[in-house]
């Protein structure tokens, strides 16, 4: 894996469904690729962001819109019993059954994802999404700003709630927690939410 800094200018920086679509251009052209990147806005300002990109692979280009500031790869080194501190983005849901009773095309009512509002559901959210992967010793969570964003070719709007999660973890399951790391935490994946990023106790 890799972890690359980069910079976003211009209005595309405030709608982090368009950060996704930038970011997709750092890599080589590839008709059968699946999106194999996560990513977290560091900083972000009127005209500017600071993306912290974690991708399978190497970024190559800098764009229009995006500049490549730094590139290095990415190993984590995990054991299990080891004590981490840790940092993720979160985008904490639950599904819902739609109160109005729309039907889906399957005349079956459509299910809604709502956020999770309280400290406890914010903690049990994180706890499942770890389950087989890692403990949580210690967590510290903060609710963000609310993130707007637009899908111009569908014509959608929508907006995602954020918290921020931090804390230390213990290590259970190397492999399970590496996939996690790789694949995410998650919905929201593709705007900005949901990247694990681990340091020493």
């Keep these: 894996m ?8 211009g209005a595309a920086c405030r709608n982090p469904y368009e950060i996704h679509r930038i970011l997709w251009n750092l890599f080589p052209s590839d008709a059968d690729a699946q999106r194999d990147y996560l990513f977290r806005v560091e ?21 229009r819109d ?23 983005i979160g985008n904490p849901v639950k599904t ?20 999770l509002i309280r400290d406890e559901e914010w903690r049990q959210w994180l706890e499942r999404k770890l389950a ?8 510290i969570a903060e609710k963000r700003l609310p993130m707007n964003f637009r899908k111009a070719k569908e014509r959608r709007v929508g907006k995602i709630q954020p918290v921020r999660f931090q804390g230390v973890l213990k290590v259970e399951n190397e492999a399970a927690l590496m996939d996690l790391i790789e694949n ?15 340091a020493r106790a």
């Design 2 to 9: 890799y972890l690359s800094k980069i910079m976003i200018k």
């Design 43 to 63: 900083r972000m300002g009127q005209q500017q962001a600071e993306i912290l990109l974690q991708s399978q692979r190497k970024p190559e280009c800098a764009t």
């Design 66 to 88: 995006a500049s490549l500031l730094a590139t290095r790869e990415y190993v984590p080194r995990l054991r299990s019993g080891q004590r981490l501190r840790f940092m993720v």
């Design 96 to 115: 819902i059954l739609d109160e109005s009773g729309r039907l889906n095309r399957q005349g079956e009512v459509k299910k809604c994802r709502v956020p």
């Design 132 to 139: 087989g992967c890692a403990e949580l010793e210690t967590l």
């Design 184 to 198: 995410g935490i998650g919905p929201a994946k593709g705007f900005g939410c949901g990247m694990l990023s681990l």
